[in-house]
């Protein structure tokens, strides 16, 4: 089964590689360009729209293979509950894994619960657990992740693959440019974590010198659910939550 999904997968990369390079005309180039334009606009409009009706959120990042019953399933769960019972809402990617367990969570503990989906060739479907009206589909996902920035006072990151330290580092570089305020960003599971934490702090910064020494002060490492609500409560204790930009 695992060798045909994987040739499956390379067609597809084939296919699209040479439509890629495929030779196209001027006007064709600059049509195809246009109704992007249109279709990316039309994403943002309906984000904007969908989310300011939204109040205050905390986005929950972490890996769509996590299974239900897991350690770290039942960890983005309670840490979701607790959220909620602090009075966020919780924003995560919408599908399987960590983002079902935190919008569970957070369906759990009567709060708001969204989810922000992501169309994929192997057709990501929605968790059951987000609010009907704050389900929001995206094909493009950095339309996605301008809303999870735009619209989150907190960023909480649990054990993920690739696109779980997209999104991780795409909150550490605004903060760090200062586009954005500086957000409390908290990676749960130190285990977890600590070596990509040391070769940041090592090679990246004592070694090559390509960040500052204090741009490690931009994280919060917790390992308890009740941390990493209480590391986002302490930041809230002294601001008020608005949109980042």
Known sequence: MTTRKNSVHHEESERRIKKAFKRRGWSEVKANDSWAIFKIMSEFVAGFEAMQRIRPCVSVFGSARTKPGTPEYELAEEIAFQ????????????????????????????????GLNIDLPFEQQPNPFIDKEKSINFDYFFVRKVMFIKYSQGFIVLPGGFGTLDELFEALTLIQTQKIGRFPIILVGSTYWQGLLD??????????KNINPDDLDLI??????????????????????????
């Open 83 to 114: 959220l909620t019972g602090n009075g966020y809402g919780v924003i995560t990617g919408g599908g399987p894994g960590i983002m079902e367990a935190a919008n569970k969570g957070a369906q759990r503990g009567g709060g708001t619960s969204v």
């Open 199 to 208: 070769w940041i702090k090592t090679t990246m910064g004592d070694q090559h």
């Open 220 to 245: 919060s490492v917790v390992d308890k659910p009740e941390d990493a609500v209480a590391a986002i409560n302490a930041f809230y204790s002294k601001y008020m939550l608005k949109p980042n930009f």
